[in-house]
């Protein structure tokens, strides 16, 4: 039978990142965060200087992400920012292409998370899930997430932040954050993070 290979997409701070790494400990999968390789583009120019308007700046940094792929800053809203500026330039995502492709298409099958894994990435997956939230909860889950990770902001920063980021994420050209026709759609705004993983496990089930 062919590989499970599940696609989980969404805003940021919907819950998919979460969500993804359960499926991938409940169905024994590898599990890719691709949001982590944008921002390792990211963090790559923020430490050599490079401007982040510039598309050919971008597209050097990604050839020196190797070694910032665990580093705690990736996790700031600083990088996420500049993340989703520089995600927009088609020469950053076709540069970033091939080793998701790969990944998707392991024989022992993946999870993968991100913006464009059921349309762009992996548009055959077994499963795909749109993980959403209210905008208001999901603001509020971010800043949990920072103020517990020792990095305080105003939870009001964070959602002019966040609704900027979904701006720019779903306006783009290239590959923006756009439901695939046969993905199924998960509202974890009224979720536990155990809720909102049973509730994905069911969804998957109906497309095995
Ligand atoms: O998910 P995360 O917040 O870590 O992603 C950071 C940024 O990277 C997003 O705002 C988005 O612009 C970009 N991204 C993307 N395509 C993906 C994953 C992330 O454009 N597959």
Redesign the pocket.
């Known amino acids: 039978s062919p590989s499970l290979v599940i696609a989980v997409d969404g805003p940021?701070a919907s819950g998919k990142?979460t969500i993804a790494r359960g499926l991938a400990r409940h169905y024994g999968l590898p599990h890719l965060?691709?949001?982590?390789l944008?921002?390792a583009v990211a963090l790559s120019l923020l430490r050599w200087g490079g401007d982040p308007d510039s598309e050919f700046a971008a597209l050097r940094a990604c050839e020196d992400i190797a070694n910032l792929m665990d580093d705690p800053e990736l996790k700031s809203e600083m990088v996420?920012g500049i993340?989703?500026r520089v995600?927009a330039y088609p020469a950053v995502r076709v540069a970033l292409l091939e080793r998701q492709r790969e990944f998707a298409g392991s024989e022992q099958g993946a999870v993968l998370d991100?913006?464009?894994?059921g349309t762009v990435?992996a548009p055959d997956a077994t499963a795909k899930l749109f993980v959403t939230a209210a905008i208001d909860e999901r603001a509020r889950r971010r800043h949990a997430e920072l103020t517990t990770a020792g990095l305080p902001v105003h939870l009001e920063d964070i959602l002019i932040d966040l609704k900027a980021?979904d701006e720019?994420?779903a306006g783009r050209d290239a590959?923006p954050l756009l439901m695939a026709d046969d993905a199924l759609l998960l509202d974890t705004s009224a979720m536990s993070p155990a809720e909102a993983l049973a509730e994905a496990i069911r969804l998957v089930e109906t497309r095995l």
């Not at 965060?33 to 982590?36: H, I, L, R, S």
């Not at 991100?114 to 894994?117: K, V, Y």
């Open positions: 940021a990142g965060d691709t949001g982590k944008y921002r996420g993340a989703s995600s991100g913006r464009d894994i990435i980021r720019r994420d590959a």
